[in-house]
């Protein structure tokens, strides 16, 4: 299958500072990637559409000052926690949909992000 | 979006067939059912998509009855490393379509 590629798996950063969280489609092209939030034992949340070239679509509830997407190619989409708290820490997942596989969305690995 | 209902958990033997149900009554006319799976730690994994009747691949089969209100994930002859957590999504295929999360079942294959 299509392959989406996450970096970095996890991050430790401290509190007050920035930490950005690359998803890259390594054998398609995405012009909309999707952006995940996952809690322990809890389900996926959606947090926001990214769009190559456009402004990203937040969900109700979610801060775009604080994750700031940016869709800068048709293989890359990046999402940054701004001025990050503890309670940001959390596992930030992505994904995007391949035209060539019948519009299937798959996955990123994962980023876990450790916010101290 | 097509809400879906599916059991909280299972448990399994290895070597048994598992089917997991999951209940979407108000899924529209070009709603696709899609099967993730889910271990810790690690992002979705796809298993099958479907339409209608009857959908194998190398890993699982998916059934769809005719009025499309539910469909059934079949695991053949799992292993413990089936456990999992495995999602039902309902939804359109579209460039922009967003998908949207259920609770999933957890799967829990003893020895």
């Known amino acids: 299958g299509a392959v989406v590629s996450q970096h970095p798996s996890w991050v430790i950063c401290k509190s007050g500072t920035s930490v950005k969280i690359e998803c890259r489609s390594l054998d398609f092209q995405a012009t909309t990637m999707f952006w995940y939030r996952q809690f322990p034992k809890q389900s996926l949340m959606l947090m926001a559409t990214?769009?190559?070239?456009?402004?990203?679509?937040?969900e109700q509830g979610v801060e775009k000052d604080k994750f700031l997407i940016n869709h800068a190619s048709l293989t890359l989409s990046t999402l940054t926690v701004t001025s990050a708290h503890p309670e940001d820490s959390s596992f930030y997942i992505c994904?995007?949909?391949?035209?060539?596989?019948?519009?299937?969305?798959?996955f990123g690995e994962g980023s876990w992000l450790t916010v101290v | 979006l097509a809400k879906t209902t599916q059991p909280i958990s299972m448990d399994s033997y290895e070597g048994q067939e598992v089917n997991i149900t999951c209940s979407h009554n108000?899924?529209?006319?070009?709603?696709?059912i899609t099967w993730y799976q889910q271990f810790p730690s690690q992002g979705p994994r796809f298993i099958i998509q479907g339409y209608k009747t009857k959908v194998t691949n190398e890993v699982a089969s998916l059934f769809i009855p005719a009025d499309r209100k539910s469909s059934t994930l079949s695991l053949p002859r799992v292993s413990l490393s089936d456990t999992a957590v495995y999602y039902c999504?309902?939804?359109?295929?579209?460039?922009?379509?967003?998908?949207?999360f259920g609770k999933g079942t957890r799967l829990h294959i003893l020895p």
């Open positions: 990214s769009n190559e070239g456009s402004k990203a679509t937040y």
């Open positions: 108000n899924i529209a006319t070009n709603d696709y």
């Open positions: 994904s995007a949909r391949d035209y060539g596989a019948g519009n299937t969305i798959y």
């Open positions: 999504l309902v939804g359109p295929r579209g460039v922009d379509d967003k998908i949207i």
